[in-house]
């Protein structure tokens, strides 16, 4: 399986004099600082690479992530890859996670899979740590960048194998579980074997009312700053959008904040300010969700790879109603999706709880690969 002779006909429809005319190339690397790091990885980089712009017209753009080399000797054929698509960190560029320290959560979480002998490639998305505004929960432009990076780093001189593992958390499971939607015709020379998602966000129509939190009257939702990163992203697409026809006042000021605020700070200031459906969104709100819909929903929900649903049964972030839906779904679709529920689990430690069943997932992902080798 290797030997993977699959090439995309995709072509991104305008050039960039100065990058190279091809998507998926490294355009430059250089050694992760330390503290920016992973203590089970024996080297680290931070990488920049092309990829192709879905929001502004599909000309070639640089993207940046990070990559990770477990302290395991390399396999005869390369270490086999985790693509780690991140949850919520902000939509300003020095929110990209590699250009921050990771929490400890996600070290956790990340220390594990290098422990267990596989590299890690991390896509920081498009806009983050590079130019423009991150456009929040665009499927698309979150997994076209996170298919480029994966082709980056193959031919990237890592040692690594086409053998690809997509996980995301989060924001990171929307990712993570569209790049397997789009990968058969954006990156068919990708061997992915499967995905594991938590936490997963997912916009069907019925849902979309319930985006912000009903009857929350005196206290802050914390699902508000994401309203202020979409709203921020649509309005970067479209400079006709007016903020006053969207929040109220009280909100304004929070909105503008949000431009270069990370998600930590961000929730903070909502919490502390009790901002909430109530006293910051205007109706014509739920109306832009709707117009975005089409760039926060799906491409499909049948994918042709083994797809692992871990679900908080606590979580309030992304609520778990949706999670739920999103698998009934996705299993009613004909996906071979396994789903996992987790009693008194919330939305910020799901994923490293699910490891309990997720790595023997990927396991068997692994010998099922090596039986048809064989």
């Not at 026809?245 to 998600?263: G, M």
């Not at 919330?346 to 090596?370: A, C, Q, T, W």
Request: proline share 5%; net charge negative.
């Amino acid at each position: 399986m290797e030997h993977f002779t699959k090439k995309s006909l995709f072509t991104c429809d305008k050039t960039n004099e100065n990058l190279p005319n091809k998507l998926g190339v490294i355009t430059h690397c250089q050694e992760l600082a330390s503290d920016l790091g992973l203590s089970e990885a024996f080297a680290q980089y931070t990488i920049s690479y092309t990829s192709c712009d879905s929001v502004h017209g599909e000309i070639i753009r640089e993207d940046t992530g990070a990559v990770f080399i477990p302290k395991s000797q390399a396999p005869k054929n390369g270490w086999p890859v985790i693509v780690w698509n991140h949850g919520t960190v902000g939509i300003a560029p020095t929110c990209a996670p590699s250009l921050t320290p990771k929490n400890s959560r996600v070290s956790q979480y990340l220390n594990t899979w290098l422990s267990l002998g596989f590299a890690i490639v991390a896509p920081d998305y498009p806009g983050l740590g590079s130019s423009g505004l991150h456009h929040y929960m665009d499927e698309r432009a979150t997994a076209w960048s996170a298919l480029d990076s994966a082709k980056a780093v193959l031919k990237g001189g890592f040692s690594l194998s086409n053998r690809f593992i997509f996980m995301g958390q989060s924001q990171g499971a929307h990712a993570a579980f569209a790049s397997v939607g789009y990968q058969p015709e954006y990156a068919p020379e990708l061997n992915i074997l499967g995905a594991i998602v938590t936490g997963t966000p997912y916009f069907s129509d019925n849902l979309l009312e319930n985006f912000i939190s009903d009857g929350v009257q005196d206290e802050g939702d914390r699902k508000l700053p994401y309203a202020m990163y979409l709203y921020l992203s649509a309005a970067d697409k479209n400079p006709n959008l007016k903020v006053e026809d969207y929040f109220q006042e009280l909100a304004i000021p929070y909105v503008e904040k949000a431009k270069t605020l990370c998600i930590s700070p961000l929730s903070q200031l909502v919490m502390d300010n009790k901002l909430n459906a109530s006293n910051s969104l205007k109706p014509k709100f739920y109306e832009l969700l709707e117009q975005e819909a089409s760039s926060l929903n799906y491409r499909k929900l049948l994918v042709d790879k083994p797809v692992f649903i871990g679900i908080g049964l606590e979580d309030i972030h992304v609520l778990t109603r949706w999670q739920q839906e999103f698998a009934r779904d996705v299993l009613e679709a004909g996906t071979n999706a396994y789903v996992y529920e987790y009693p008194n689990i919330g939305h910020l430690d799901v994923y490293n709880v699910s490891l309990r069943n997720s790595v023997p997932f990927v396991f068997e992902l692994m010998k099922n690969e090596h039986s048809k080798i064989d």
